[in-house]
Structures are given as structure tokens and as C-alpha cells.
């Protein structure tokens, strides 16, 4: 493994923290499906993604100092 990515766009974070979200909500008595779980996981890695995006864009506008 040799590529390297902001962790936002990873899946297999965003899928630990969909299960152990998951599991607080079975212990409170609410039930999600794996279809749920799997939807709500594509959702996060491309919305961390999009916020990635945005933060990038912002911090090039902010910047005081020009590319070289």
C-alpha cells in the first residue's frame, strides 16, 4: 500500500465509525439494515470528500503566499 489520502476519503473509517455508531444506536433500541449502513457510508466518504474540497479551495483563497 503505497498511496496516500486525506483520511475523510477513507472508507474503511467512515465504515468503524458507521458501526460503532450503529451499535450505540442498537443499545438505545433503534435497528439499522447493512443496506442503511452501506448507503450511510458511501454519504460520508463523499460528503468528507466535498468538505475536503471546500477547505482546500478556502485555504488557496486565504493564502499570503503564491504557489512556486
Do not use: N
Not at 32 to 37: E, P, Y
Request: hydrophobic share 55%; charged share 20%; no cysteine.
Amino acid at each position: 500500500m503505497t498511496d496516500i489520502k486525506p483520511w475523510w476519503q477513507s472508507k474503511t473509517l467512515w465504515g468503524a465509525l458507521v458501526t460503532l455508531g450503529s451499535a450505540a444506536l442498537g443499545l438505545a433500541g433503534l435497528d439499522m439494515g447493512d443496506a442503511d449502513r452501506d448507503a450511510l457510508i458511501d454519504l460520508l466518504t463523499s460528503l468528507g470528500a466535498a468538505i475536503g474540497g471546500v477547505i482546500a479551495i478556502f485555504g488557496r483563497i486565504a493564502a499570503r503566499s503564491r504557489i512556486g
